[in-house]
């Protein structure tokens, strides 16, 4: 190791830095957290910096110097940053602390540090610190960006929890390998999923009743072998013999991984078995736990791996047998991903369940393809929609979808595409309403295709976009020319020149937005952007 690692106790410590921009504030704000006294010494000291440590009547730990540098504001000082771009000043601030004992460390010159600020997962009490000992601190900082989508915020309060405990704990476990033992329980079981879920003193109660448990199985252990007679297990409880497993309905998003939430993914890395559907990509599943059993249970059209009815029994059974089970879904699970019927289900016997929301197709593929969903000028509203019911039954329902000002989104609506296009028209939509088909949305293989009600169908016959898709139907369409910024290479759109909002074609059938109140628009916003 070219340094070691260690954490400075900084809390009422003093702690100078040498300098007042941007780079000392940086420093300024980490250390303020760890609840250090920070001086500040610089003749001209930022704002920002004021902002942060101005005393208020309720603090006044921290102090500005309006000065130029003086060796003299070092005394009782933990730990010295020089963060001036003077390089001399720095060197001068670097021997004058060599010369006290004191670290030091002159930001941006690791020749001159006698410690490093490392990139920070902060989740108090428990803190990570990642470090490349200067050479490439960007990287350091991406390391910890991916480890901050592991490690969830909860981590901090179960560390809490276990602090408040730990006596407690010592005192009615007196092994070591049986408290080791203990806590891995803990962290690992219904503990620090009460913790993670939100609810704190349903986990401070659960932690307290298995330390109960675990304590009277060690006193009935120690009778039996004072008495020979009695058989005992070997382990200090028995209670994991009959613990109930738990479901987690995780929404896996529209495909790219950089999508999941951070519960999903962390839920994801522990669970013993998956079930997981066809829409979900294979670089989500990838970031499942790699030992985790991962069973297709995927739906297509008509043709099922296995009926819903199936995928209920299959959650039930494995729960009872103690097992953590995901069952993950394409997009979110309360938006036609049948999540409702599935946790009736585990309800009905008793399983305990959470349900974590995804980015739904709808969201994925209207904002991968420039569409917004609702837009003050276009559309106030937005409907998802189904392009089929409950037994394969078409929706058919076509004259509920004629308000011009809404944005309507058809969910497995391209094999019907015909009919929905017709059905539409017929029912009194105009032919030129602008509709657009999203296909793989947020993936690298993206492909947008748009045009109208009258023209879609044609343009799909000749372009054959593939499935998964969903259908975008309304004004915000148009938008999609100026707006889409995501893999340009796969949009086969309108012609440009048919863009309303470029003077085209269709904005002869606009009757409330002409290119003139659009210019004046502009203007304004112009103007009152400008104005003091």
């Not at 994991?240 to 890395?269: C, H, N, S, W």
């Not at 058809?410 to 309403?433: K, V």
């Amino acid at each position: 190791m070219n340094t070691f690692p260690l954490f400075f106790k900084l809390e009422e410590r003093k702690v100078l830095i040498v300098g007042g921009g941007e780079v000392a504030l940086r420093k300024a704000d980490l250390l303020s957290r760890a609840g250090a006294c920070i001086t500040v010494l610089a003749p001209c000291i930022s704002d920002e910096i004021q902002a942060l440590l101005s005393p208020n009547k309720y603090e006044a730990k921290h102090e500005l110097i309006y000065e130029n540098y003086n060796k003299a504001y070092m005394s009782g000082a933990r730990v010295i940053i020089a963060a001036t771009d003077d390089e001399a000043l720095n060197h001068q601030v670097h021997a004058d602390a060599s010369a006290l004992n004191i670290p030091v460390n002159v930001v941006d010159t690791p020749h001159l540090c006698d410690f490093i600020f490392p990139a920070i997962i902060d989740r108090n009490p428990i803190v990570i610190g990642i470090s490349s000992n200067g050479k490439a601190p960007v990287l350091a900082r991406l390391l910890r960006a991916r480890l901050e989508t592991l490690i969830p915020q909860g981590y901090g309060k179960l560390a809490k929890l276990a602090g408040e405990f730990r006596a407690e704990v010592k005192a009615k476990i007196p092994t070591l390998t049986g408290r080791r033992q203990f806590w891995e329980r803990a962290f690992e079981g219904q503990v620090s999923q009460l913790m993670f879920a939100g609810n704190e003193n349903e986990a401070a109660a659960q932690l307290q009743v298995d330390l109960d448990r675990t304590a009277a199985a060690i006193r009935e252990k120690s009778a039996a072998e004072q008495t020979a007679t009695i058989p005992v297990n070997s382990d200090d409880t028995r209670e994991a013999q009959t613990a109930i497993g738990e479901v987690y309905i995780v929404g896996a998003g529209p495909g790219d991984p950089e999508l999941l939430t951070f519960k999903a993914l962390r839920l994801m890395q522990q669970a013993d078995i998956v079930y997981y559907d066809a829409l979900v990509s294979p670089q989500v599943l990838d970031l499942c736990r790699r030992d985790a059993d991962k069973v297709f249970v995927g739906k297509k059209r008509s043709n099922h791996a296995v009926a819903q009815l199936g995928i209920n029994e299959l959650l039930i059974n494995s729960a009872k047998k103690g097992r953590r089970v995901v069952r993950l879904k394409g997009g979110d699970p309360f938006i036609f991903g049948r999540g409702g019927e599935e946790i009736e289900s585990l309800q009905a016997h008793g399983i305990p369940y959470q349900v974590v929301p995804g980015i739904t197709a709808a969201n994925a593929a209207a904002s991968y393809a420039g569409i917004p969903l609702t837009h003050r000028d276009h559309s106030q509203s937005v409907r998802f929609v189904t392009g089929f019911l409950k037994a394969g039954a078409p929706n058919n329902n076509f004259k509920s979808f004629l308000n011009t000002d809404e944005t309507v989104v058809f969910y497995m609506g391209l094999h019907s595409l015909a009919r929905l296009t017709e059905g539409l028209i017929d029912a009194g939509r105009t032919a030129e309403t602008p509709i657009a088909i999203v296909s793989n949305a947020s993936m690298s293989n993206q492909q947008v295709l748009t045009g109208t009600l009258a023209t879609i169908v044609a343009k799909q016959e000749q372009a054959q976009l593939p499935t998964p898709a969903l259908l975008i139907m309304g004004d915000v369409v148009s938008l999609h020319h100026d707006l889409s910024w995501y893999n340009q290479s796969n949009q086969n759109s309108d012609d440009t020149a048919d863009n309303w909002l470029r003077e085209g074609s269709f904005a002869s059938n606009k009757d409330t937005k002409p290119l003139a109140r659009q210019q004046a628009h502009a203007l304004s916003m112009v103007a009152n952007i400008s104005a003091p």
